[in-house]
């Protein structure tokens, strides 16, 4: 902690001075190599500040692309609900997510090493997959997954999304892997259900012991309610091939009566 110096310290020459002071006798013998240091110091120092500053307004533009990208999707479709008078509509659903994608589009296009760019990037994942776009979808969220930094907040997301991509397009052994890989993504017991779930697609005989251990293990989580639903699901009989006519139910038959027996 600082303290007040006495009258005694003021009177003692400042180190500070002396040093200056030896330090400008230096200055004044070699004064011509020590301008072109001081000059070049500047010069890096300003280049640098330059640097700096046009990658926070870089950073700043970014976001602001993302964040229109994200208020396009937030407008609503004129045919579905009541928009309030001047607010920006979409004819249909299809118009307003093709519009979405082309804003997240552009945002990555322009801004392709920024923290919104990558964002972008995921979204875009997201969209595509939601759209029926495995392919694409895994592309991007790939993409993504490789550029983005672990601690990103869509890291987990983004990594089980690339799953069902790749489940969508009948890559299990990619899918199982992508799926894996929530277990570092801090999402455990996602990767423990998704490892039951598709041991239930491949009729694997352990399926439902695996949905009751993750039912088990995860109690209080969201994961152990659709473990006991795939386990419900699963006890119903299988659904009829498409075009395939129902079997008729039989009526029960209706009990014989025994017939009574005369008296002779």
């Known amino acids: 902690m600082a303290h007040k110096l006495d009258r005694k ?14 330090a400008m006798e230096w200055i004044v013998a070699h004064r011509v190599p020590v301008l072109a240091a001081v000059v070049a110091i500047v ?12 990658s926070g307004s870089r950073e700043a533009k970014a976001g602001a692309a993302f964040a229109q ?30 519009a979405v994608l082309e804003a997240l589009e552009q945002v990555r296009k322009e801004y392709p090493r920024t923290r919104a760019g990558e964002t972008a990037l995921s979204q875009i994942g997201f969209h595509k997959l939601r759209a029926g776009d495995a392919a694409g979808a895994q592309a991007a969220l790939d ?19 690339l799953g069902y991509a790749y489940e969508a397009q009948g890559k299990l052994d990619a899918a199982k892997e992508a799926f894996a890989r929530l277990a570092q993504a801090d999402a455990p017991e996602r990767a423990a259900l998704h490892e039951a779930r598709l041991a239930l697609v491949e009729n694997k005989p352990d399926a ?4 009751e251990k993750v039912a088990k293990e995860y109690p209080k989580d969201p994961v152990a309610l659709e473990a006991t639903q795939r386990l419900e699901i699963s006890a119903l009989p299988p659904v ?15 009990a014989q009566r025994s017939k009574p027996v005369r008296k002779k």
Do not use: C, M, Y
């Open 208 to 211: 439902k012991q695996r949905l």
């Open 69 to 98: 990208a994200l208020e396009v999707e937030q407008r609503p479709i004129a045919s579905e609900g009541n928009p309030q008078a001047g607010e920006k509509t979409f004819p249909t659903r299809a118009e307003r997510d093709k």
């Open 9 to 22: 310290e003021l009177k003692k020459p400042d180190e500070f001075q002396l040093v200056a002071g030896k």
């Open 143 to 161: 993409e993504f997954l490789k550029s983005a930094g672990n601690g990103h907040p869509l890291r987990a997301f983004a990594t089980e999304s």
């Open 240 to 254: 009829p091939p498409p075009g395939a006519e129902p079997k008729p139910v039989e009526s029960p038959k209706p």
């Open 43 to 54: 010069v890096l120092a300003a280049v640098a500040w330059g640097a700096s500053a046009w």
